[in-house]
């Protein structure tokens, strides 16, 4: 049987996705569920898995090619199984390779009035002899690289194996700054600052801001704001971490997602997605968590949340995270999502109001936990207080129903017990 490969759709404003890197070679053994690329899109760097298995048998779109969502990329069949067709192109898109633009026919992320002579390195050996294989960039690199013009192809990385990061990107585009002056005109050499400018919008910030306005448009918005005393909580989380090994450590957040899967389970209206006027009830928790990266947020989804332990739920969350920076993130967690948090309580932040993420809707913001005076049994003490809202699609819920769910985190964070029960 032969299973075409085709280029996903990771959201609904996704329209293409470049072929990064091929971890099968044509010819090999691959099983259903197996790793076999990784893809770049807008957000993020995902890997594909095999939903058939056989053998690889051919590759239609290379490292580099850039290809619609619904394009064939790659040919998974039985040795037997004619792929003829398949040979010829005839059932392949047409791959646009996503070259690198030259410094001469791009600005940079700066325009500014008057006009600049740009630099390019001359090609490098080791750079052209890494390009004659497997360009080896960071998803942010390659972005930078393309919002400011920059060849990927002749630049020399300085990360692990050659690999081209954002420090050779910045190097790069410093050092093609600081010389156009002296081919440029003389206001040229002002301030960045005092000559103004427009500043480029990366891939991520314009799929950022598509997905944000097109939730504040649809999504009638209602808000609800509870102050948590995280005293009990703070407390059981020193002593659970005093005993378990550093993999398993439990932060704070870990501990709001499990409270949050588990009010979920119980408010299951909190736990839909929309898509137009048709609302699906999701019968799996898969918390989202916000990532800040270099250029933007990811909220991947730590999946199935509502049936782990804190400690699997703790595990997990690193691993996540390590693998969102890393450019390493699979599919499903991309796209699963059923609900979101968003925390900006390392930054000192006291109230996040989030907006929903599409086709969620609900998303809860956390803010910091600080130490104020609080009533407590007719006495003025000081306790842990962390305050947190709650933004939720009116199509599905009222502030009644938001009130007792909001309600249900607090119970569980405030009686931290209950999340190992």
Not at 315 to 343: C, H, M, P, Q
Request: charged share 20%; glycine share 8%; net charge neutral.
């Amino acid at each position: 049987m032969i299973s075409e490969v085709v280029m996903p759709q990771m959201g609904a404003d996704m329209t293409e996705g470049t072929i990064v890197r091929w971890r099968k070679q044509e010819g090999e053994p691959v099983e259903r569920g197996e790793i076999i690329a990784e893809i770049e899109t807008d957000k993020a760097n995902v890997e594909i898995e095999a939903f058939e298995g056989g053998v690889f048998r051919k590759i239609l779109a290379h490292e580099g090619a850039v290809i619609p969502v619904g394009g064939i990329i790659a040919v998974i069949a039985a040795p037997g199984d004619d792929i003829s067709t398949y040979e010829a192109g005839a059932s392949a898109p047409v791959a646009r390779p996503a070259a690198p633009r030259a410094a001469t026919s791009s600005p940079p992320s700066i325009s500014v009035a008057a006009p600049t002579a740009a630099v390019v390195a001359a090609p490098d050996p080791d750079a052209a002899a890494a390009a004659n294989g497997r360009l080896r960039v960071s998803p942010v690199a390659r972005r930078l690289a393309d919002e400011r013009g920059i060849d990927l192809r002749q630049l020399r990385g300085s990360g692990p194996d050659g690999r081209i990061v954002k420090r050779d990107i910045e190097r790069t585009a410093t050092t093609r700054t600081a010389a156009a002056p002296t081919a440029a005109a003389p206001d040229a050499v002002a301030p960045a600052a005092e000559r103004g400018g427009t500043l480029a919008m990366s891939k991520m910030r314009q799929a950022i801001a598509r997905r944000m306005a097109t939730s504040k448009r649809e999504a009638p918005h209602y808000y609800l704001l509870v102050d948590v005393d995280m005293t009990a909580a703070l407390a059981f989380r020193a002593q659970a971490n005093a005993t378990l090994p550093d993999d398993a450590r439990v932060s704070i957040n870990d501990m709001i997602v499990r409270a949050c899967a588990l009010a979920l389970r119980a408010h299951p209206a909190f736990n839909v997605t929309a898509d137009s006027e048709t609302f699906t009830q999701q019968t799996r928790q898969n918390v989202c968590i916000a990532i800040a990266l270099d250029d933007g947020l990811i909220a991947p989804a730590v999946l199935d949340a509502g049936a782990k332990t804190l400690a699997q739920i703790a595990r997990e969350t690193k691993d996540l995270v390590a693998r969102a920076k890393g450019g390493a993130l699979r599919a499903e967690e991309i796209t699963a999502g059923t609900f979101s948090i968003t925390n900006l309580g390392a930054y000192g932040i006291e109230t996040l109001i989030g907006i929903i993420q599409p086709p969620q809707t609900a998303i809860l913001g956390v803010g910091s936990v600080t130490a104020q005076p609080a009533a407590r049994d007719g006495q003025i003490v000081v306790r842990d207080l962390m305050k947190v809202a709650l933004s939720a699609d009116h199509r599905v819920t009222d502030g009644a129903l938001g009130a007792q769910f909001l309600a249900e985190i607090k119970r569980l964070l405030e009686a931290p017990l209950l999340l190992v029960l």
